[in-house]
């Protein structure tokens, strides 16, 4: 919430790798520093569509925005904006507002703060790495973490590996254009 407009946006909490690993750029302001990872000050960075709603064609460097949810909320000060991304699936990758990780855990992810609790994890891997390799000792990491490597429980996570989504895209819009074209 800004003044008076309000909206909904994805809130995540961040470490510094996720920039790289989500592939995000800052478009105006800067990333988090040191000192806010660790103490988990009240700053935030938004995405695209949050500063066009909220701001319209405003700076919105040092303003202060009022988050909240179910666990609580927060008011930070906006000190970075990313580069837009634009649609991503079936949702706008732009409506987002990240935290550092400890600030949000202190007040918007207080249900999730345990390591069995963690929503997300996303790892980027260097050109010419063998994804199916590196998806496999995840997936064997993510089964002993969670306690079910001997167990023969069922996998309570999944991994997307996006290479596998490209190919299905990519496979379903050559059908698309093959239909079309017919």
């Not at 800052?26 to 500063?51: A, H, M, P, T």
């Not at 249900?111 to 994804?131: A, C, F, H």
């Not at 309570?156 to 059908?175: G, L, V, W, Y």
Request: proline residues 1%; negative net charge; hydrophobic residues 35%.
């Amino acid at each position: 919430q800004y003044k008076q407009s309000s909206r909904e946006s994805e809130t995540l909490g961040v470490e510094s790798e996720y920039f790289i690993a989500a592939n995000w750029e800052i478009e105006l302001g800067r990333e988090f520093n040191d000192d806010e990872y660790k103490s988990g000050v009240n700053v935030c960075i938004i995405g695209s569509s949050v500063q066009k709603e909220l701001f319209s064609n405003a700076n919105p460097l040092g303003e202060k925005l009022k988050i909240g949810n179910k666990h609580g909320s927060l008011i930070c000060e906006v000190i970075g904006t990313l580069k837009e991304k634009g649609q991503g699936g079936m949702s706008d990758q732009d409506e987002i507002v990240l935290f550092p990780l400890k600030s949000y855990l202190r007040t918007l992810g207080k249900e999730k703060s345990s390591i069995n609790n963690i929503n997300q994890v996303l790892i980027s891997l260097k050109d010419g790495v063998d994804s199916k390799q590196k998806t496999n000792e995840i997936k064997a990491l993510l089964r002993e973490i969670r306690g079910i490597d001997k167990s023969g429980k069922v996998d309570n996570f999944e991994i997307r590996d996006t290479k596998q989504f490209e190919e299905a895209m990519t496979s379903t819009m050559a059908m698309l254009t093959l239909f079309i074209g017919s």
